[in-house]
């Protein structure tokens, strides 16, 4: 049996390698989100309270679409794909992660249809929130396992 200092030697170890761990975490935590946000937004047409969008009332702006193949059912704001590429995790500092429109003309497109359709887009989902929090914690409980039973 173990003495308590052992043990807590262990534990304080192992809120080092965690603590270490921050900035994997939230980069893995932003990748998903950026991913899943992307999704919703350029595949499924959805705002942040994951309803539609909208549909396109510019007949000439929904003819060109469907002229270069795009799909005209409802707004997903993917025509050249350059929002979306634009939508990136980026490395603020040593633990700071944000998911950022990386470019100042797609800033101001993703800040436009937001206020023409007087709805937000690009905010995270409750849903996805929730998908981002239950993956760090994952990825945080994996290396408690893993860390915790080499000690």
Known sequence: MEDINKVLGRINLLGQIISQSTPRYLLLGGKLLEGEMKQR????GLNSKATKIGKYKAKQWEKKRAETGRQTDYVDLEYTGQLRNS???VKTGKDEVVLAIVTD???KKAKGNEERRKETI???T???R???EAYISDLIVE???K???SL
């Open 41 to 44: 937004i350029f595949n499924q």
């Open 87 to 89: 939508m990136q995790v």
């Open 105 to 107: 003309l797609d800033y």
């Open 122 to 124: 690009f905010l995270p």
């Open 126 to 128: 409750d849903e996805e």
């Open 130 to 132: 929730a998908s981002v």
């Open 143 to 145: 290396d408690f396992t």
């Open 147 to 149: 860390n915790f039973l």
